[in-house]
């Protein structure tokens, strides 16, 4: 999780690396606009690799360490990027990309808060639990990505040529948004309850 976290991360952050408006992937309205996009891809990009270390028992079992990670994971990572993806997915002007990405940022703040206040009361059953989920929905950033490509290459058999494929790809990010954080969710609930039957 850790390696696709960083080369995915790489890639993402990438056209955003030299702060040039016009090397936004996403049509941007204003200089507003851009900088609330990469304040999120980048504090987007510290949740989704301080994340995976969360979960190395080693790691764990140093609870400095781990409170020290899970407080810039959360503070510098996921907070940051929520309150500056919504906006952005609301200026995207897309309806679908507005809902699809507004939900999972609100759920983002509020598994991240839930898990936060399981740490305090010293539930750490509770706290892994509500981490993993929060994770799982950082983790919409790569999910997304792999999720469209499979979606087109499912077209192929029904007619769909492959010249026409980059044509249909922008139609189907915002589908492969959706779904990207709903299979993350549905995931890591799966493995919350298999660990609680265990």
């Known amino acids: 999780m850790l390696a696709a976290a960083v080369v995915f991360g790489a890639v993402l952050v990438t056209p955003y690396a030299g702060l040039d ?10 200089g507003a606009h851009y900088a609330l996009l990469v304040t999120h891809v980048f504090t987007a990009l510290v949740a989704l690799v301080l994340g995976p270390l969360q979960f190395v028992p080693s790691v764990r079992a140093r609870r400095r360490l781990h409170r020290t990670i899970g407080r810039c994971y959360l503070l510098a990572g996921v907070l940051p990027s929520a309150l500056a993806g919504i906006p952005v997915a609301l200026l995207s002007g897309r309806l679908v990309t507005q809902v699809g990405l507004t939900i999972p940022a609100v759920l983002w703040l509020v598994t991240g808060a839930l898990a936060y206040r399981a740490a305090l009361r010293r539930d750490f059953a509770r706290h892994r ?8 929905l950082t983790f919409l950033a790569v999910t997304s990505r792999i999720v469209v490509p499979l979606m087109l290459l499912a077209q192929l058999p ?5 010249a026409s494929i980059a044509d249909r790809a922008p139609g189907l990010i915002p589908a492969g948004q959706v779904l990207g954080w709903v299979v993350n969710l549905a995931v890591a609930e799966a493995l919350i309850r298999r660990s609680r039957r265990a």
């Open 21 to 30: 408006l016009a090397d936004s992937r996403l049509d941007v309205r204003s």
């Open 129 to 136: 639990e509500w981490m993993m989920r929060n994770y799982a």
């Open 158 to 162: 029904f007619g769909v040529t492959a």
